[in-house]
Structure formats: structure tokens, C-alpha cells
């Protein structure tokens, strides 16, 4: 027998949770729910989820925060976390991905949509092994011997652009910051101009096409498959 996905909602209107939670159990989910940011963090670590819908704005200790010791504490490696939000300016969701979350939904949410996201969300960690070859598209992307291929054609990518690619497609739809991709690339500590990334980005859809990368303006990038 499969194991039922785990997810586990934080939202302090208790209407919510119960609307999510029928919804999502409906599809076989295994479902818990917590009303604030302290109660969200001790479930979670009992419950161990495969998924967390965060809400931004809660009592004690908000989403931000509670996604922020999630990811510091190392425990739960492996736990996806959508942020659940009503705002829709961009420093939310920038400052929600940065906190390390992996998506966001905004509300009001629709069950079909929430269901549609939650499971693109899951697919995502369903393969704990990475591949050393990728297949996506027309695209063959060989982590081991640094190439990449589109059809029988080799596309000849420097260290920066592979290593930028292959963060990108290390989770195929989600949407990394340009921090987090400052921080994986080119470290914390390495001082580059503004418009790197933009230029390496230009410089990946130059040779590979302009379909696979896509910009979230003001947010960030992300690989669509």
C-alpha cells in the first residue's frame, strides 16, 4: 500500500483549515491542522509532512518566521512549504521565498487550483535521488560530465551557466529568488554587479531557447518543463 502524503495547514481562521482539509483529504491526503505559528512548528516536527501550507500572517510567531526555524533547524529536510497569502505585492512573496519556502498560493483559494498545485508541489520531492542525466524536453542534461545537449546538438555552456542551469532544474517549477541563486552560485561572500544573473540568464536562453526559462518580475526565475 502507497503512503498517503502528509500535509499539514497553519492558518489562524479555523474555517480555512476545515475547507483545505476537507478538500485535500477528499484526494487521500493525510491532513493536519494548527491555528498559530508556535503550535504550526511542534506539529510539524511530530507530524513530520511531506507538505506545509503556511499562512504569512499569524499570532505568536508568524509564517515567515516559523518557515525561517523550519529550514535553520535541519529536521525536516525534505518538508515542501507553500505559503498561504492574501497580499499580493511582490516584497511578500520575495521575502517568503528568501525565508526558504517553495511556492506560494494566494487567496482566496480555489479547491481545484490548491489540489493542482499541491500535487505539482509533491512530485517534486517524489525522487529523492538526483539523476546524473536529465531529460527534459529536447534538453539532455548531464550533471557528471557538465553537458548538455538539445536533440543530437551539443550546447557548449560556461561553469557559471551550467551550474545556473542546473539549480534551475534541480526543481523544475519552482521559483528561486535571485538571493538564493546569488547565494548557491556565487556564495554570500562574492561581491557581483546587479545584473549578473540577468546577463547569465540572456546568455542560457540565447543557447537554449527562450521557452524553458521563465522571469517572475521582481521576484525571480525558474525552469518550466
Not at 34 to 39: H, L, N
Not at 185 to 199: A, E, F, S
Request: glycine content about 6%; aromatic content about 8%; overall charge neutral.
Amino acid at each position: 500500500m502507497n503512503k498517503r502524503p502528509k500535509i499539514l495547514i497553519v492558518d489562524d481562521e479555523e474555517d480555512i483549515i476545515e475547507i483545505l482539509k476537507y478538500n485535500l483529504e477528499k484526494e487521500n491526503f493525510e491532513v493536519r491542522g494548527a491555528m498559530d505559528g508556535a503550535a504550526g512548528l511542534e506539529m510539524a516536527h511530530a507530524f513530520k509532512p511531506d507538505l506545509i501550507l503556511l499562512d504569512i500572517m499569524m499570532p505568536k510567531i508568524d509564517g515567515i518566521e516559523m518557515c525561517k526555524q523550519i529550514k535553520d533547524s535541519g529536521k525536516l529536510p525534505d518538508t515542501m512549504i507553500a505559503f498561504l497569502t492574501a497580499r499580493n505585492e511582490d516584497f511578500t512573496h520575495i521575502t517568503a521565498l528568501e525565508s526558504g519556502g517553495d511556492d506560494f498560493i494566494n487567496k482566496p483559494i480555489r479547491p481545484r487550483v490548491l489540489i493542482s498545485r499541491v500535487k505539482a508541489l509533491l512530485r517534486r520531492t517524489a525522487k529523492k535521488e538526483v539523476d546524473a542525466i536529465v531529460n527534459i524536453k529536447d534538453l539532455t542534461i548531464d550533471r557528471e560530465k557538465f553537458s548538455v545537449y538539445k536533440g543530437n546538438q551539443e550546447i557548449v555552456l560556461a561553469k557559471k551557466q551550467f551550474e545556473l542551469l542546473n539549480l534551475l532544474i534541480s526543481k523544475p517549477g519552482k521559483v528561486f529568488s535571485r538571493e538564493e541563486i546569488f547565494n548557491k552560485i556565487w556564495g554570500p561572500d562574492v561581491l557581483v554587479g546587479d545584473r549578473t544573473i540577468d546577463v547569465h540568464i540572456r546568455k542560457l536562453r540565447e543557447k537554449l531557447g527562450e521557452n524553458y526559462i521563465k522571469t517572475l518580475k521582481g521576484i525571480g526565475y525558474k525552469f518550466e518543463f
